[in-house]
């Protein structure tokens, strides 16, 4: 009786435990580590714990994947990558509904109008048997009332309903392209983000790049630092994008020529039929970080 006694008493206190932990992992604001780029509009977090991915992570509030990759970019690349012990956004102000409206249409009410025909006729006269020819004239005349004919027309409306979801777009970031992946990283049709944005390539994007790098570092030269990425936005055949250049080791003065060469392997290197979707690429000391981004 004691053994079955204290057996329950395990039993509910492991319980407690587990709900006191599962309640410990999600919070209103993070208390602890987390990745760059997480959406600014994040209302609830989610602490990582030991084998954690993004699916495990997304299903602690039941949110769709889609949403939690929208808000959580570092992870778009790699879902495996999650890191124990930091924590990430499982929603945000900024999630968008889709509505469909009904529209019926009734099929107009028309008159039946009836058109009557009247017939009379005229019958010959009976005459006696004789060795007579007699000529008969049977006369018809015909009553015609005439009214103007309308035709009755049956119309079936039919109504569909189309109801359509709009995926969430995410925004390239630098941190989807680390260093490991190697110095010439180029965005595909589907990676590291569904649905990228394709600009004209070639000899357009060459002059683009020989301004945006006239803005980030001057004609000459320009002494950048480690920490936030140096952008400007210049648009590519009437495309919105970002040429960005970031230093990842230690500051140097960036020459005009360098900033030009580096982002010139993007265009040449991510090129498909004269577009590109973009991409990064890597000085070969791994110190300098250059991108184009065709904004969303």
């Known amino acids: 009786m004691k053994f079955q006694l204290s057996s329950l008493l395990v039993a509910a206190a492991l319980a407690q435990l587990s709900v006191a932990s599962f309640s410990y992992r999600r919070r209103a604001t993070s208390p602890w580590p987390t990745e760059p780029d997480i959406s600014s509009g994040c209302t609830r ?19 769709p994947l889609a949403n939690f990759l929208a808000w959580n970019p570092a992870l778009a690349r790699d879902c495996s990558a999650v890191k124990v012990g930091y924590g990430y956004c499982t929603a945000s102000s ?51 009332t005439t009214s103007k004919p309308t035709t009755t027309i049956s119309t079936t409306t039919t109504t569909t309903t189309k109801t359509t979801t709009t995926a969430v777009k995410i925004p390239l970031a630098p941190s989807m392209f680390p260093s490991a992946s190697g110095t010439l990283q180029c965005v595909k ?14 000899s357009t994007l060459q002059s683009v790049i020989t301004t945006a790098c006239n803005n980030l570092v001057t004609t000459g030269n320009k002494w950048l630092e480690i920490g936030d990425p140096y952008t400007v936005v210049l648009p590519v055949n009437g495309v919105s994008t970002t040429f960005l250049l970031n230093i990842k080791l230690g500051g140097f003065p960036v020459e005009n020529s360098l900033c030009q060469s580096q982002l010139k392997l993007i265009s040449s290197g ?27």
């Not at 973009?278 to 250059?290: A, E, P, Q, R």
């Open 45 to 63: 977090w989610v602490e990582a714990l030991q084998g954690d991915d993004c699916n495990s992570l997304a299903d602690v509030d039941s949110v």
């Open 94 to 144: 900024g999630t968008t509904q889709t509505t469909s409206t009904l529209l019926t249409t009734s099929a107009p009410t028309c008159p039946t109008v009836s058109v009557t025909v009247t017939v009379t006729k005229t019958s010959a006269p009976t005459c006696p048997t004789a060795s007579v020819t007699v000529t008969v004239t049977t006369t018809v005349t015909v009553g015609t």
């Open 189 to 202: 049709s589907n990676t590291p983000i569904p649905q990228p944005t394709l600009i004209t390539s070639g």
């Open 270 to 296: 991510c090129t498909t039929s004269g577009n590109t979707y973009g991409g990064c690429s890597y000085t070969s000391d791994y110190n300098l970080l250059s991108c184009i981004f065709p904004n969303v």
